[in-house]
């Protein structure tokens, strides 16, 4: 009998979906057969719209060693014997259900991908997106994701370096909490998640399974997300501090040489981890549900295949290593369970005890079809791109623009996020969260160090997909390289619509374009990543939001840079400074800019980017920094170059008083965002050094002041207190929470 329709709209199947699973096995599947089916061909676990285009991205490199898709997160080699594994993903929609646990989960869960590796998770960060704060609502979601992501993470000694918190009406239905965790591991020691033996055994270490979580893939993270749907049971709950002890048992383990290998429970649970290390190994699998530890009495073999219950770890070891392997968990008081073993057959059994639960070929199970919607190019985009950008205000208007600006919560100064996330835990970070677009730890083994940014700036990816996804890139990355890092690699998290929908699928197409020709231009692989489809609530669908986790490497820690001003006085240029003034130049400046949004209410304009004015520019930078040249840099991004000093000032508590302006429009200059630029310091006596770089390497470079006394001035435009910008940069994200 064909199965009903409610049943697969349960587990977000369609009926030709359905037909292809009964043509692959010969037969109608039984309950179980048909969840893991639904399970592992979900969007979140099969990728179907968006694995043909991730495939346009460049993974390779000398340096990479786990390449995305590879393995549970990508690993870079950083010198010194040591890897850096790093990943990034969303936990959107559990966050919109239940705040708190949606947050934390996602945390816990970016950190068991980096484990999973053998890595020690180092850092975390990540990337926040709400609708307007002065809705209760938003409100709500927003305390309640940065109190479960603090929570999380402070109990498990991860410290939160850095990351961006962002506020737009799109976001409002549907937040996004995308998380990034970095860790660091022996070159040798890094731990695959492949199934290749057969006799290896599977041991499930951490956590007792519950109720909780089930469908979490299929139902909650692979539609559209609406209001009357009840979805609580969906969202996991998290124990940080079991986390805690099941890192530290896991890092023993995989150090001990005694693993085949180890995969993270975590979106379908047992039925992902457990069918995608088989499906990695080309080998078959047979697993005994009822030797599996549970939370509660009466569960049926289909809830402990499909739990996503939090803490748990999938272990592959040898027969003769099982048992030192168990007296290592034992010994952290981690729960341990052996559950099945690798086959040689290609075949999936799954009983309960003597009873056959589920008998299906692994290669189906994870071989979720592709699909290529039609896409088109949205019709709101030629009116937005052509519409003429408002007129100049006064020039006496300059002054308080700017306070608006550093007051408005997408730019503001985020402290009161930070201080609730502990950032000194493990007494690496060298450049804390707020003081620069990146973080930067020291790699206390070898000296070195490592900067991470997150950056993503969905109105411009509105106003014209392919610029916004290269847009994406080249900001996490310019950050970095602003820290005086190379850049490495990056990973990525595409947040988008319903891809079904033309216009979601041609915004995803193009973002992704941009991103790949970005990577290309800029040298930097894309090494792991995920991707969040059907972000949408009512029918309205986000802002496409292309989030970029970027990692650089400093040669030596102690040449990081920050965006402070130092003590003293220096001279301020901008690197990367347009050239002669144009009405087109002007207008992709203000395109989709926070000056635009704040004092305009408008999102409207084309942005535009030559990468290879940003690759130019980011060689220089890290040229600088390492020649020790620069006392400070910082990009230009949010609020255009009038924040970007101003944040320096504020930061460094120095203030500026300079000049020197392109012609043309003056809010064009001070509040446009063109990409490609950043505010550095240096030395009076450094200047004609910097210049000297800078006109070997093809970046523009203009003098624009120097920093000293108490004042923020623009000659003829700004001329403030530079307590007055203070207050109204530090005070700004709370007065808009009211608090």
């Known amino acids: 009998m064909a199965v009903s329709q409610e049943t697969l709209d349960e587990i977000a199947l369609s009926r030709e979906e359905y037909d292809l699973i009964v043509a692959k096995l010969g037969r109608e599947p039984n309950g179980l057969e048909l969840g893991m089916f639904g399970a592992l061909w979900s969007e979140h676990c099969g990728y179907k719209h968006s694995k043909p285009l991730l495939r346009e991205f460049p993974s390779g490199g000398d340096a990479a060693l786990a390449r995305a898709g590879e393995e549970n997160a990508g690993a870079v080699n950083i010198g010194g014997g040591l890897a850096v594994v790093f990943k990034i993903e969303s936990h959107n929609h559990p966050s919109a259900v239940e705040p708190h646990q949606g947050a934390a989960t996602g945390v816990g869960g970016i950190v068991r991908d980096v484990l999973a590796m053998g890595a020690r998770p180092v850092a975390l960060l990540n990337s926040l997106r709400f609708g307007p704060p002065d809705d209760a609502r938003n409100r709500y979601l927003f305390?309640?994701?940065?109190?479960?992501?603090?929570?999380?993470?402070?109990?498990?000694?991860?410290?939160?370096?850095?990351?961006?918190?962002?506020?737009?009406?799109?976001?409002?239905?549907?937040?996004?909490?995308?998380?990034?965790?970095?860790?660091?591991?022996?070159?040798?020691?890094?731990?695959?998640?492949?199934?290749?033996?057969?006799?290896?055994v599977f041991l499930l270490v951490g956590s007792a399974t519950g109720r909780d979580g089930i469908h979490g893939a299929s139902g909650l993270a692979s539609r559209t997300f609406e209001e009357e749907r009840e979805m609580r049971p969906t969202v996991q709950v998290g124990d940080p501090f079991l986390e805690k002890v099941l890192i530290e048992a896991c890092l023993e383990a995989a150090a001990s040489g005694l693993l085949s290998g180890m995969q993270d429970l975590g979106a379908a649970g047992l039925t992902s981890s457990v069918m995608e290390c088989a499906a990695r190994g080309g080998t078959g699998v047979r697993l005994d549900v009822s030797r599996v530890p549970r939370r509660e009495p009466g569960m049926s073999p289909y809830e402990v295949m499909l739990s996503e219950s939090q803490e748990r770890m999938l272990l592959i070891v040898r027969p003769d290593?099982?048992?030192?392997?168990?007296?290592?968990?034992?010994?952290?008081?981690?729960?341990?369970?052996?559950?099945?073993?690798?086959?040689?057959?290609?075949?999936?059994?799954?009983?309960?005890?003597?009873?056959?639960?589920?008998?299906?070929?692994?290669?189906?199970?994870?071989?979720?079809?592709?699909?290529?919607p039609p896409a088109a190019r949205p019709a709101y985009l030629d009116a937005l791109q052509s519409a003429p950008s408002?007129?100049?205000?006064?020039?006496?208007?300059?002054?308080?623009?700017?306070?608006?600006?550093?007051?408005?919560?997408?730019?503001?100064?985020?402290?009161?996020?930070?201080?609730?996330?502990?950032?000194?835990?493990?007494?690496?970070?060298?450049?804390?969260?707020?003081?620069?677009?990146?973080a930067v730890l020291r790699i206390r083994e070898t000296g070195k160090g490592l900067a991470m940014a997150v950056d993503g700036n969905g109105r411009m990816a509105y106003l014209d997909p392919y610029t916004g996804g290269a847009m994406a890139v080249a900001e996490a990355c310019r950050n970095v390289a602003a820290a005086g890092a190379a850049p490495l690699a990056v990973t990525d998290c595409l947040n988008f619509g319903d891809p079904r929908k033309p216009e979601v699928n041609h915004q995803l197409r193009e973002c992704v374009r941009g991103m790949a020709d970005a990577c290309r231009a800029l040298g930097v692989p894309v090494v792991s990543g995920n991707v969040s489809l059907y972000n949408e609530t009512q029918g309205e669908a986000i802002h496409p939001t292309p989030i970029v986790g970027a990692v650089g490497l400093l040669d030596d820690a102690r040449d990081a840079l920050s965006a402070a001003f130092g003590g003293g006085c220096a001279a301020l240029l901008l690197g990367g400074a347009p050239g002669a003034s144009s009405s087109d130049r002007d207008a992709a400046a203000l395109a989709g800019s926070e000056y635009l949004a704040v004092t305009h209410g408008?999102?409207?304009?084309?942005?535009?980017?030559?990468?290879?004015?940003?690759?130019?520019?980011?060689?220089?930078?890290?040229?600088?920094?390492?020649?020790?040249?620069?006392?400070?840099?910082?990009?230009?991004?949010?609020?255009?170059?009038?924040?970007?000093?101003?944040?320096?000032?504020?930061?460094?508590?120095?203030?500026?008083?300079?000049?020197?302006?392109?012609?043309g429009r003056w809010d064009a200059a001070l509040f446009g965002e063109s990409p490609s630029r950043a505010v550095v310091s240096c030395a009076e006596a450094d200047v004609a050094r910097v210049e000297s770089a800078a006109r070997e390497e093809g970046v523009p470079c203009a003098r624009l002041g120097a920093t000293g006394g108490d004042r923020f001035v623009i000659q003829g435009l700004v001329d403030e207190p530079l307590a007055d910008l203070a207050a109204a940069y530090f005070g700004g994200l709370e007065a808009a929470l009211g608090k």
Request: charged letters at 20%.
């Open 321 to 372: 290593n099982a048992e030192g392997v168990r007296r290592i968990f034992e010994r952290w008081d981690v729960p341990v369970a052996e559950i099945g073993e690798v086959t040689a057959d290609g075949m999936a059994l799954v009983r309960d005890g003597d009873a056959l639960a589920a008998e299906v070929p692994v290669a189906a199970l994870v071989d979720a079809p592709q699909y290529r």
């Open 143 to 200: 305390d309640g994701v940065v109190a479960g992501i603090s929570a999380y993470g402070n109990c498990i000694g991860v410290p939160d370096v850095g990351g961006e918190v962002a506020f737009a009406p799109c976001y409002a239905g549907n937040p996004l909490v995308n998380a990034m965790c970095a860790g660091l591991a022996p070159v040798g020691g890094l731990t695959r998640a492949a199934a290749d033996t057969p006799g290896d």
């Open 390 to 438: 408002p007129p100049a205000p006064s020039p006496s208007e300059a002054g308080r623009i700017l306070r608006a600006l550093l007051a408005a919560p997408n730019i503001a100064s985020k402290r009161a996020v930070h201080r609730r996330y502990d950032h000194e835990v493990q007494t690496r970070t060298v450049v804390k969260p707020g003081a620069g677009g990146a």
């Open 602 to 663: 408008t999102v409207a304009g084309k942005p535009g980017i030559d990468l290879d004015a940003e690759a130019r520019l980011q060689r220089l930078l890290v040229a600088l920094a390492r020649a020790r040249l620069l006392r400070s840099a910082q990009d230009c991004s949010d609020g255009g170059l009038a924040v970007a000093l101003a944040e320096s000032a504020i930061l460094g508590g120095a203030g500026f008083i300079g000049g020197g302006l392109p012609a």
